[in-house]
């Protein structure tokens, strides 16, 4: 199992693992060390604490140079978002890391391969190994190609909501009526990136792209908040 493992990592993510004990650590539940008491197993509980310090730290640090005027309010509920269970389980499973957990008998029947819980806990101690075997760098690679691109997708737009923030901006002033306008659409279907301008009675005030419309929208309202607030 872990020998497909480092070889979908290999193939998948580019990442060569050194100590491939830490992965073997990292996918390995407390159920399955209790029904194989010699082979003196780790299970992941601690590498797992490592992980979600390690998450808290870079997507923190992502996210305080990508939104230099948010304010920390804000930044606190978006890191909140991207950094819990139901996030880490939807990663999890995208690098498809639920096919490598090792489990003893009782919880395969109970199905806890797809609990999760457990695939948020995977995730973190997966990323406690990386971080140990190849360093911060390495964490930041894996996280900007997984974790990142989410927030041009959109998954996290109800926690930061520039469209709103720049309406209200902008009606303190009086009535203003503001469009979306898209500016340009590239890429294949599955890969389409979105080019929107919003303009402000006419005005064009900022563009921004991302990975659907909703997104492109969210950061057009964002570089125009951010031009708005230095005039």
């Not at 490592?50 to 930044?75: I, N």
């Amino acid at each position: 199992m872990i020998i497909g493992l480092t070889q979908m990592l290999k193939d998948d993510f580019g990442i060569d693992f050194k100590n491939t004990a830490l992965l073997d650590e990292a996918f390995t539940h407390a159920s399955y060390v209790n029904e194989h008491p010699r082979e003196k197993l780790k299970y992941y509980e601690r590498i797992e604490f490592l992980g979600d310090a390690v998450m808290q730290l870079c997507v923190s640090e992502y996210l305080f140079k990508r939104y230099p005027t948010l304010p920390e309010g804000k930044l606190s509920r978006l890191r909140a978002a991207m950094v819990c269970e139901d996030s880490f389980s939807k990663f999890a499973k995208e690098c498809h890391f639920d096919e490598y957990i090792r489990l003893g008998k009782g919880e395969e029947k109970a199905n806890a391969r797809n609990r999760a819980s457990l695939l948020c806990d995977i995730f973190e101690a997966f990323i406690g190994a990386l971080y140990l075997d190849q360093g911060k760098a390495v964490v930041v690679s894996f996280i900007s190609r997984v974790v990142f691109p989410k927030l041009d997708l959109g998954w996290f737009d109800h926690y930061l909501d520039h469209k709103t923030e720049l309406q209200e901006l902008l009606q303190q002033h009086g009535d203003c009526k503001i469009t979306y306008v898209k500016v340009a659409e590239n890429g294949p279907d599955n890969e389409k990136e979105y080019t929107m301008a919003v303009y402000a009675d006419g005005q064009k005030i900022g563009e921004g792209k991302g990975m659907s419309k909703k997104a492109a929208e969210q950061q057009a309202a964002f570089q125009a908040l951010k031009a708005l607030q230095k005039n």
